[in-house]
Structure formats: C-alpha cells, structure tokens
C-alpha cells in the first residue's frame, strides 16, 4: 500500500523513492510484523486463555512429559496471520499478482487451521477438524493458487519444472503441473504442522525458509542477478521478498512468547498457513525442488512419520520410538531445548547447501 501511495511521490521529494526499492520495504516489513507481535501478542494470549476455558489441548501420541504444558493455549499462529498479513499489505505491491496468489495460500491454510484450533480450544478436546475436511479445504485452496500462478505467468515456465544444479533445464509438466504445484503446498502445509510439536521447534526452521526464499525470491525477479546465475528470470516476484521479510518479523515475535517454556503453541493456523506459503512462494519461483532442501527438516519429520506407520502396518514393528523424529528422540531422553536447538542447526545446515544450488549449475 505504501508503495503505491508513496512511491509516486518521489519526484517532488527524493525521501519518498526508498519506498520504490525491494530491500528498504522488505525491512520496512520485518520491523512491521515484529512491531505488531510485540504490541498484539500479550492481548491475543490472554484472549486465547479466556476462549479455552479449561479445555486441554496436550494430544495423546506424545510423550508424556508434555503433560506439564496441560493449560497452554494454541492457536497462537493467529499473531502470526495478523502481523504477517498486516505488514504484507502495508509494504507490497499490491498491484503484483503474486503476492495475492501467496496471500490466497496463507489466509486460507491459515483459516483452516483457525477453524481446526478453535475448537480444540473451545470444544474441550484435542482433536479439532477431521483430517479429511482439511485436507480438502487445502486441496481446494491449493488448485485455485496453482491456476490462478499459471494463467498470470507466461509460458513455459508457467507448467514447467526447474531442475537445480542444471542450467537451462525446464521439465515440462503440461496439465500434470496443477497436482504437482498442490502437492508442492499441501506437503509443505502438512510438513511444518508435523514439526510443530516442542516449544520453539517449527518457527525457527520457518524463519530460515522464509529468509533463504526471499533471497531467491529476489534474484529470480531481477533479469541482470537471474542471467548472471543462469536461472529462470520471472518478473515480479521479487515482491515476494518482502512477504518472507513480513514472516520473519512475525516469527521472531512469536518466538518471544513460543520460546521455552512457551506461553503460547503455534497450533494449525500458523503450521498450515506457513507450510503453504513457502510451498506456494517455491513454486512462484520455479524452485519446488529446492525447497525439499532447505526444508529437509520439515521432510526429515514426515518421512519419519510415513516409515513410521509404513512398518508397524506391514511387520507390526516401529522403527522409531515414536514419531514424528522429534518424538523418538524425546523417548531417546534428550532434553527438549537439546532437540530443539540441534534441529535447528540441521536447518541452518540443509539452508545452506540449498541456496549453493543457485550457483552450482
């Protein structure tokens, strides 16, 4: 919003042309997003309180230590939407499709999740929606957002598949690509909501998602940054760097009251409409592959779970002592800020070979 009533007034006063440069209103949007938590997050954790009345929200696959944080509210993911989306429309292009087509994603992932939250907070349970009816809330989102990505970009990188560590390599996908770019944001979504079970462990692994991809985000909309590293040069979506620099301010001042022991759990509408948006904003930017790298960690705890029910199905037999993996090392006796923080290493770690593949080519 600023952009487009500010930026034209830089010919009568030079101050107003910061606001037509990505990188001073990707940082416009950090500070925004991080400005709201601080100031929202106390009022929305005392209602959240207010709405549980009691109700226990601790699930009964985990580890029973878990039952120390009986009390402690979900749907903290809502502080998230509200600072993310909040600080999106202030700093973008609201003219650039894609930061709608993104924006579709996370409110409506993220709505889901409010939906499956709410009533695990007000209905004295801590099962919330049936896993089907999300799933086809997801799908239906997800199918309007892949169209809605193929008919505003141009061909072939509409319906195509980037390879990393190739350059000039588009796989063409034709009509397979909807389901793809589905499964793309559906996978992602559910990925992040599996990792979301110790106080601090999703966000961080998020926040480093969300910077490495706004990095990307960047250069791929720059034709000179694109040529030079022989990727695919799409046009506007480096206005999907100020949408992670929105995700890392909210996610640093969820963290503050997520941090152990947090005073608040991110629940579905924060894992959801997270997941969503970095499936989304990879597929924008033709690099869905990459994002199984940079968020192996969120694929790491889904194999996990897919291993996990795979055995005890076929041989009756676990492999793990309890999945999701962060789980089984909860069972192992590592103390949870260990897990959480040797997690996020291995997130750092994965970041880092995933962006080399911009390069390596």
């Known amino acids: 919003m600023l952009h487009s ?38 009022r929305v954790i005392d209602w959240l309180k207010s ?15 878990h039952l120390k944080k009986a009390g402690t509210p979900t749907m903290g993911g809502f502080l998230i939407l509200v600072a993310l989306v909040g600080s999106t ?3 973008s292009d609201l003219s650039n499709p894609y ?23 007000t209905k004295r349970n801590s099962k919330g929606l049936p896993g089907r009816l999300k799933l086809l809330g997801q799908t239906v989102i997800g199918i309007s957002a892949a169209y809605w990505f193929v008919a505003v970009t141009p061909e072939p990188l509409s319906t195509s598949l980037s390879l990393p560590f190739f350059k000039d ?38 926040m480093i998602a969300a910077a490495c991809f706004g990095f990307i985000a960047y250069l791929v909309g720059n034709s000179v940054y694109a040529g030079y590293l022989q990727i695919n040069y799409i046009a506007g979506t480096g206005e999907l760097s100020v949408i992670c620099g929105a995700i890392l301010g909210a996610g640093l001042g969820f963290l503050w009251y997520n941090a152990p022991p947090a005073m608040v759990f991110m629940g ?13 904003m ?21 194999v996990s779970v897919i291993v996990q029910v795979l055995s005890f199905k076929l041989t009756g037999k676990r492999v793990f002592a309890m999945a999701p993996l962060h789980h089984h090392f909860e069972k192992k006796g590592w103390a949870e800020p260990t897990i959480v923080i040797r ?18 080519r």
């Open 5 to 42: 009533l500010l930026s034209p007034l830089a010919e009568d006063m030079q101050f107003f042309n910061l606001f037509r440069y990505l990188t001073f209103r990707t940082g416009g949007a950090v500070m925004t997003a991080l400005l709201i938590s601080f100031l929202l997050g106390p």
């Open 51 to 65: 709405k549980q009345g009691g109700a226990s929200n601790i699930r009964e696959d985990v580890p029973d230590t």
């Open 89 to 91: 429309l202030l700093w």
């Open 99 to 121: 930061v709608w087509i993104v924006m579709m994603v996370t409110l409506g992932f993220g709505g889901i999740g409010f939906a499956d939250d709410y009533l695990k907070l």
């Open 169 to 206: 390599v588009l796989v063409q996908l034709s009509w397979f690509f909807i389901p793809f770019a589905l499964f793309v944001m559906v996978g992602a979504s559910n990925a992040v909501n599996l990792t979301d079970g110790l106080d601090g462990l999703a966000i961080v692994p998020v």
């Open 268 to 280: 579905d509408t924060g894992s959801l409409s997270l997941g969503g948006t970095l499936g989304a």
């Open 282 to 302: 990879s597929v924008i930017t033709k690099h869905e592959i990459v994002l199984a790298i940079i968020g192996g960690l969120f694929v790491l705890e889904t």
């Open 343 to 360: 997690f996020w290493i291995i997130a750092a770690i994965l970041a880092l070979i995933g962006l080399s593949t911009l390069k390596l």
